[in-house]
């Protein structure tokens, strides 16, 4: 049997998960605009921003469905299975096929409680790379924003941003972590404290050499249908084999076959 598969190319686009209801959120919202949505538009990548009311599973699902974007970054509650957006909105569940396959081929960074352990569930449906935290994240935060505070969002985005100049899932990695020991050095003893575990809890798993910023392929030259006398890009003859040849490549053609060798017929 054919399949028509769709020539689309993922998004230069990232979506930005910053739900806003409560104080952890209300951090995650403030410095995840300072440190990954203005410096991927400052490179150029586009920004799907689900922020408060706007972070509901249906614009989630709608901005990597529809807007095909190749990343998925930010903050949000959550748990072993579960990544959530504003009011506990659950945006991603290990138990959905559907998120699964929504991820597929795809990389996400959250700063979330326990959704790192997960991270060998995505990847396994088919994710290309993951970085998070297995354990419970916490925020050095006294009064808003506050210094310490801006060091673990810095410290984390700092992988986003490696990744926003063109480096590699493991390069990424290598570079935050210079990030994360420069922002523990920076910090209150309290601050330190905190940091320092943070650190100890981050999870990256898929391809080290996985680049979600990657300008796509320029569009292939036209090519021709091998049964016609027909020519168009890729997906133009993809449609026409679909509309014009699909049915006789799957049930077999009533001319004779002598008859067929005769016209000299070239569909199988």
């Given at each position: 049997m054919i399949r028509i598969l769709p020539l689309r190319f993922q998004s230069l686009q990232v979506v930005s998960v910053r739900p806003d209801f409560e104080t952890a959120t209300k951090y995650g919202a403030y410095w995840t605009l300072r440190y990954l949505n203005q410096p991927a538009e400052a490179a150029g990548v586009g920004v799907v921003d689900l922020n408060k009311e706007a972070c509901t599973k249906e614009n989630f699902d709608d901005a990597i469905l529809n807007k095909n974007a190749v990343m998925v970054g930010g903050c949000g509650?959550?748990?072993?299975?579960?990544?959530?957006?504003?009011?506990?909105?659950?945006?991603?569940?290990?138990?959905?096929?559907?998120?699964?396959?929504?991820?597929?081929?795809?990389?996400?960074?959250?700063?979330?409680?326990?959704?790192?352990?997960?991270?060998?569930?995505?990847?396994?449906?088919?994710?290309?790379?993951?970085?998070?935290?297995?354990?419970?994240?916490?925020?050095?935060?006294?009064?808003?924003?506050?210094?310490?505070?801006?060091?673990?969002?810095?410290?984390?985005?700092?992988?986003?941003?490696?990744?926003?100049?063109?480096?590699?899932?493991?390069?990424?990695?290598?570079?935050?972590?210079?990030?994360?020991?420069?922002?523990?050095?920076?910090?209150?003893?309290?601050?330190?404290?905190?940091?320092?575990?943070?650190?100890?809890?981050?999870?990256r798993a898929g391809d080290d050499n996985f680049k979600p910023y990657v300008e796509p392929p320029p569009p292939p030259d036209d090519i021709v249908c091998p049964w016609l006398d027909f020519e168009g890009t890729p997906l133009e003859v993809q449609n026409h084999v679909k509309t014009t040849h699909a049915k006789y490549l799957v049930e077999p053609c009533i001319i004779p076959q002598p008859w067929r060798e005769w016209l000299k017929c070239k569909i199988p």
């Open positions: 509650h959550g748990n072993q299975t579960t990544f959530t957006g504003q009011n506990y909105d659950e945006l991603l569940n290990t138990g959905s096929g559907s998120d699964a396959e929504l991820l597929r081929g795809r990389g996400g960074s959250f700063l979330s409680c326990e959704f790192g352990a997960s991270a060998e569930h995505w990847i396994n449906w088919g994710m290309k790379g993951f970085y998070g935290y297995d354990e419970t994240v916490y925020i050095p935060a006294s009064s808003f924003p506050n210094h310490d505070a801006e060091l673990l969002f810095k410290a984390h985005y700092a992988f986003d941003g490696a990744l926003l100049v063109g480096k590699t899932w493991g390069e990424a990695w290598d570079d935050s972590d210079d990030v994360w020991i420069a922002c523990m050095k920076q910090a209150t003893p309290y601050g330190q404290r905190i940091l320092l575990y943070d650190y100890e809890i981050r999870v």
